[in-house]
């Protein structure tokens, strides 16, 4: 399990390295190298808060923007199969690609279950028929927003 060190909504990260014996990190998430080290836990967070107190100052100095923003835009890769999967069931639930992979990083991030669309079709015996939107309280408590009933 990787352990990551906390402050000012910075992280970095805490190792041990066996072979110099030191306690050791980085800081995360930032464009510059900024490492930190001690001998003792206790130290590597001391030292590491110390480092991005310098780090912040430093980029004060050289009039720079001190961490690398997150605008929420990334990119994704995955094989042209699950890639037309994913966009096939999107369609079908009436959502976009983007919140397929909205969803799954909630549910990775969150431990959640999503919302799914459900479709049910009744014919009646006329053989007719007839659309319309209901919602089903016994679904609801599932995460089932609507229902598309046909009959």
């Known amino acids: 399990m990787k352990m990551t060190l906390k402050y000012k909504d910075y992280e970095g990260t805490a190792e041990i390295d066996v ?3 030191v306690c050791r990190g980085k800081l ?21 808060e110390a480092a991005v107190e310098d780090y912040l100052e430093t980029c004060k100095n050289l009039n720079r923007d001190p961490q690398r923003p997150y605008n929420g ?20 639930d009436d959502v976009s690609l ?11 991030l969150h431990g959640t279950q999503q919302v799914h ?18 919602s089903s309280p016994s679904l609801e408590h599932q995460g089932v927003k609507r229902v598309a009933i046909t009959h």
């Open 19 to 21: 072979e110099r014996d």
């Open 28 to 48: 995360l998430f930032i464009r510059d190298l900024v490492t930190y080290e001690s001998k003792t836990p206790a130290g590597l967070r001391t030292e590491f």
């Open 73 to 92: 835009v990334f990119q994704f890769r995955t094989s042209p199969e699950k890639h037309r999967l994913a966009a096939v069931r999107a369609m079908q």
């Open 98 to 108: 983007n919140e397929v992979v909205d969803r799954a990083l909630d549910a990775y």
């Open 117 to 134: 669309n459900v479709t049910i079709k009744l014919t009646n015996p006329i053989g007719s028929d007839v659309n319309f939107l209901q």
